[in-house]
């Protein structure tokens, strides 16, 4: 089953990476490291990203790309009880941070709970990725333009929508802004 989540999941991130120009994604984790249980459900989550290097790539969290962020921590437990997890994933992008996705999980196993995160965050890019991108794209510009009384480079994703490159405030709200 999680086999065929994958393949799924492959099939329908094809678009979002056409998008992101034939490049894997760049994805940056973070885990509690002083609970066991989170340690270990982050290591089989970052291997069974990792075999899908077409499609992910892990990036230290000192990597200043563009993509999402994945935080996840796991619920103390005894080696008789389940995993309870949890998922949040959000896309990191310049100065702003925009939400894709969370959830719970539990699991009876760590790899259980690491098939569950795969298939969230594939579903999670497959369903927000496009719009995500342009929020963000919308909130980098508005951030400079209003921090600033000069012109702002206007990013890629909008440049055609707005019919420029460079923009100050002025010529901003005489086009009626942008809509998130």
Same mark, same amino acid.
């Given at each position: 089953m999680p086999r065929l989540l994958i393949v799924v999941g492959a099939v329908f991130l094809a678009p979002v990476l056409c998008y992101a120009k034939g490049e894997p994604i760049k994805v940056s984790t973070i885990t509690n490291s002083t609970e066991p249980s989170s340690v270990e459900v982050m290591k089989l989550f970052r291997q069974k990203l990792s075999s899908h290097e077409a499609l992910f790539k892990l990036v230290d969290n000192?990597?200043? *790309?563009? @993509? !999402?962020?994945? =935080?996840?921590?796991? $619920?103390?437990? #005894? =080696? /008789?009880? !389940?995993?309870?997890?949890?998922? /949040? =994933?959000?896309?990191? @992008? @310049? /100065?702003t941070k925009t939400f894709m996705g969370g959830g719970i999980y539990v699991g009876k196993s760590a790899g259980d709970i690491a098939d569950n995160f795969v298939a969230a965050v594939a579903q999670d890019i497959v369903e927000r990725w496009t719009g995500i991108i342009r929020t963000n794209a919308i909130e980098t510009l508005e951030s400079c333009l209003f921090l600033t009384q000069s012109r702002c480079a206007v990013p890629d994703q909008l #440049? *055609?929508? $707005?019919?420029? %490159?460079?923009?100050?405030? *002025? #010529?901003? $709200? #005489?086009? @009626?802004?942008? %809509?998130?």
């Open positions: 000192r990597d200043p *790309s563009l @993509g !999402p962020l994945f =935080t996840e921590d796991c $619920m103390p437990r #005894q =080696t /008789t009880e !389940p995993y309870n997890c949890f998922y /949040t =994933t959000h896309y990191v @992008g @310049g /100065t #440049q *055609s929508e $707005m019919k420029a %490159k460079v923009l100050n405030l *002025s #010529q901003y $709200m #005489q086009r @009626g802004g942008l %809509k998130k």
